[in-house]
């Protein structure tokens, strides 16, 4: 009787195990497509900037302003959101480049870039970072708010483009947001005047 209790513990043992490991995969996989998806956001919206600089200038740009080493970049960024210098850490963040995707920022840094960067009408970089400390933060109705707050500050500021873009990245991810049937209408919108 104390075997088959023993055997049947050991074999509930297992199961659950085989449980955990089979989770842990999907979650991790789960993760990497969501680092892709936010890269691939950030490269988008990188790419559609309004007034991007030609190729040329863009090279000349980067050999003139040579971006410092990723942790040092981090760390002066750090301490110009510390000291509440917006100009500095637009400077900073811009900087970066490439390096911006292996910042490791807290939730509250992530708001205040993003905040530098809204005040600047750098919209889709705002909305990055600003959806960036929403997620970091596990807040996924403050991340789904940030995506409209700078898609209507864009609408406001002129920039359909972007806020058509920001729009559609939030039905993407979160389709059965409470905000998609407004996203929906204010996408309509965007594009007919657009289309104007």
Do not use: C, N
Request: charged share 30%.
């Amino acid at each position: 009787m104390q075997e088959a209790l023993v055997a049947g513990f050991a074999a509930l043992v297992v199961a659950a195990a085989a449980w955990f490991g089979v989770a842990l995969v999907r979650y991790a996989r789960r993760e990497r497509a969501r680092a892709a998806r936010e890269a691939h956001f950030l490269a988008h919206a990188l790419a559609l900037r309004p007034g991007r600089p030609t190729a040329a200038a863009a090279e000349a740009e980067h050999d003139r302003t040579a971006a410092p080493e990723p942790g040092t970049a981090e760390e002066a960024l750090r301490r110009a959101i510390a000291a509440k210098r917006p100009d500095e850490v637009v400077a900073l963040f811009r900087r970066i480049g490439e390096g911006r995707k292996r910042l490791r920022l807290a939730a509250q840094e992530w708001e205040a870039l993003g905040r530098a960067l809204l005040a600047e009408r750098a919209y889709l970089e705002a909305a990055w970072s600003l959806h960036a400390g929403a997620v970091l933060a596990d807040d996924p109705v403050a991340a789904q708010k940030r995506l409209v707050e700078v898609a209507v500050a864009a609408s406001a500021g002129g920039d359909a483009r972007s806020a058509s873009l920001l729009y559609a990245k939030l039905l993407e991810r979160y389709p059965d947001s409470h905000l998609a049937a407004f996203a929906r209408a204010q996408l309509r919108i965007e594009r007919r005047s657009a289309t104007r």
